[in-house]
């Protein structure tokens, strides 16, 4: 007995010794007022699109494309392309693009890196089987003809909302990317490329003589009509008046400075920022309005010593709000709440956003992801502040908390989910126009996000009996995986799902005993890896099965932890083999290790990875273990 409780005790000053260093580890990543902010990944496009905007702008920088340069060559996958994610297969579009890139900065198309890139992307159909995007930028380039891209006119931006596509059907990102767009498909203007360079040996089959350039993305009878649509506004654009194209760019041009947002650009997301710098350009607009375009891209850059790379956004508010309920949990209150200040004032009160199209009346009450980004608050970041907020316990937080949860409940869509920023976007037909080949122009209501606002909601004393909350646990049910997981729309994947699902079950009041709970921690149980951990690879958004990995990673196995404890299961083997796994896997730094990618921006087409999530999620699944397996509890009470 007496060494049994030596052996306890050192145990636990291990689990101790472990938080200590691990707040330490996050702590030294916060800036001076309180706030976190880190890197954002994606994979080789962005960087790449980065470089080919300064040549087509003839705004090089050799200094900064050189460090770009060493990112790509980094990247580059062992097939002689380069991936979507961290130890992915071989993308095309993405591979183009990098090769582009490169070549632009000056490697030679002879040298072994580009050679072996040659290669891959011939033998997987040249550059003109590329994706909508990758072709549009090739014809800003003259490198393809204006035919290879889809029909958009600029006239889109006019038609009236009853018509089967309107801007406000689609998603906030293909919203904000798209209006630029428009002006920029409709000027058709060419890059500077002051290098003259071009990627003619990409392609197997001459540009000029290649026909079939658009097609059904799916093959199904709605794609194969909308590229029959595409056939005949393509033969009737020629005749459009030259004074309604005048008016609709004038249009597209007040929709883009209307939410320009400083700094922090239009839609606070690369893509869209990197069309305003090209309308402004096409459209000769100079002055204070394209300068600030332009350096809200370059905000978006992360320089190295010996590399850079280009981010697709900023995550501030969604890093500081994850990082302040870890403080919390862990007991640093004083960190917690200096993060909580922080984004108190961030709430959007004003405007009412693209969002109040389909919510008129609804008052703002949300956050948005970045630093800026008043015309696009989303619900998921709402949530996790409103929790925040309501768990520091600050009599002066209630106005804010209240206004978060009016807007959340005003943003409950008619199945009883939720999306990310816009209600009832769910036009699927859309998905299958020809512009559509990447299948992310909707933003429809998903497990994570509905979770997340069924904990928030019942975390501030709504009862799961009420109106609101009883369609969105209905919602939950109905979207479990017949294995027992739920989909991660915004973490890979199934075990991001499950953990928040999981979590607001909990805090709504559902027993551990319900089926649907049980059925989910089953499936966490048996995608637990051999030595204790969980990872899910982010082939799981196409054919791999679900919440499988080669290795076990921290993000997986800190939400696979916090899903479990959730659950009731506390007391489990497998939670108890999952600490030890994060205990022996912690640096020396305070800080775990994590290269695979944890998150989609969207499935199958873009993917993330958050440098943040390796540090405050496994700090929260140490802390929360510590906390209730000390005080014998059976699980967590509070929904995150």
């Not at 097939?79 to 095309?92: E, I, K, V």
Request: proline content about 6%; overall charge neutral.
């Amino acid at each position: 007995m007496p060494d049994q409780i030596v052996s306890e005790a050192e145990a636990a000053d291990r689990h101790d010794e472990a938080i200590e260093s691990a707040l330490a580890g996050l702590l030294r990543h916060r800036r001076g007022d309180g706030h976190f902010v880190f890197p954002l990944e994606a994979d080789a496009t962005i960087p790449a699109e980065y470089v080919l905007l300064e040549h087509y702008l003839d705004r090089i920088d050799p200094t900064l494309e050189a460090k770009i340069g060493v990112h790509l060559r980094a990247i580059q996958g062992d097939d002689g392309g380069w991936p979507l994610f961290h130890g992915g297969a071989f993308n095309l579009s993405a591979s183009v693009k990098a090769y582009f890139a490169l070549k632009a900065i000056g490697d030679l198309p002879d040298a072994p890196h580009m050679r072996r890139a040659r290669e891959a992307i011939l033998s997987a159909g040249g550059a003109e089987r590329t994706n909508v995007f990758t072709r549009v930028q090739l014809a800003l380039f003259g490198i393809v003809p204006w035919r290879a891209a889809p029909v958009m006119p600029a006239e889109i931006i006019l038609l009236p909302r009853w018509f089967f596509f309107h801007l406000s059907k689609v998603s906030y990102w293909s919203r904000t990317v798209i209006v630029p767009l428009l002006v920029l498909m409709a000027l058709k203007p060419r890059a500077r490329n002051p290098r003259r360079v071009g990627i003619a040996e990409l392609f197997r089959t001459e540009p000029a003589a290649v026909r079939d350039w658009i097609r059904a993305p799916d093959g199904s009878i709605w794609g194969r009509a909308f590229v029959t649509l595409d056939a005949v506004l393509r033969r009737l654009e020629p005749m459009a008046s030259r004074g309604l194209r005048r008016h609709a760019i004038a249009r597209a041009v007040a929709f883009v400075s209307e939410r320009l947002n400083g700094e922090d650009g239009l839609g606070g997301i690369y893509p869209a920022m990197a069309n305003t710098v090209m309308m402004f350009d096409a459209l000769g607009i100079a002055g204070a309005g394209a300068e600030t375009a332009w350096r809200a891209v370059q905000k978006l850059l992360v320089i190295e010593p010996d590399r850079a790379w280009c981010q697709p956004c900023l995550s501030p508010v969604w890093d500081t709000a994850l990082a302040g309920h870890a403080l919390a949990e862990a007991g640093e209150m004083e960190a917690a709440m200096a993060a909580a200040e922080w984004l108190l004032p961030l709430q959007i009160t004003e405007p009412a956003g693209d969002w109040a199209v389909v919510r008129p009346g609804l008052r703002p009450g949300g956050w948005a992801f970045q630093y800026a980004n008043p015309h696009y608050p989303d619900v998921d970041d709402t949530a996790v502040v409103g929790m925040l907020l309501n768990r520091i316990g600050h009599t002066g937080h209630r106005q804010a908390i209240a206004g978060a949860a009016e807007w959340i409940i005003g943003m409950q869509s008619a199945n009883g989910g939720w999306g990310a920023f816009d209600a009832d976007n769910t036009h699927f037909v859309l998905n299958h126009i020809p512009f559509a080949d990447h299948g992310a122009l909707l933003d429809p209501p998903t497990a994570d996000v509905t979770a997340r606002c069924i904990s928030f909601l019942a975390e501030i004393g709504h009862p799961k009996t009420s109106k609101v909350l009883v369609r969105a646990l209905a919602f939950l049910e109905r979207e479990q995986e017949t294995e027992g997981s739920w989909f991660g729309r915004w973490g890979s994947n199934y075990i991001y799902g499950t953990w928040s699902v999981l979590s607001a079950l909990n805090v709504a009041g559902v027993p551990p005993q319900a089926a649907m709970v049980r059925r989910a921690v089953a499936w966490l149980l048996s995608c637990q890896r051999a030595d204790g951990g969980w990872g899910e690879d982010c082939e799981t958004y196409a054919r791999a099965p679900h919440g499988q990995y080669r290795v076990s990673t921290p993000s997986h196995t800190a939400w696979a932890l916090l899903g479990l404890m959730a659950a009731g299961e506390v007391g489990q083997g497998a939670v108890a083999r999952g600490i030890e796994w994060l205990l022996t896997h912690l640096g020396e730094d305070g800080e775990w290790r994590e290269a695979a990618y944890n998150a989609v921006g969207f499935p199958r087409v873009f993917y993330l990875r958050y440098h943040g999530y390796r540090l405050y999620f496994p700090l929260l699944a140490l802390a929360r273990y510590r906390r209730l397996s000390r005080a014998g509890a059976r699980r967590v009470m509070g929904g995150f």
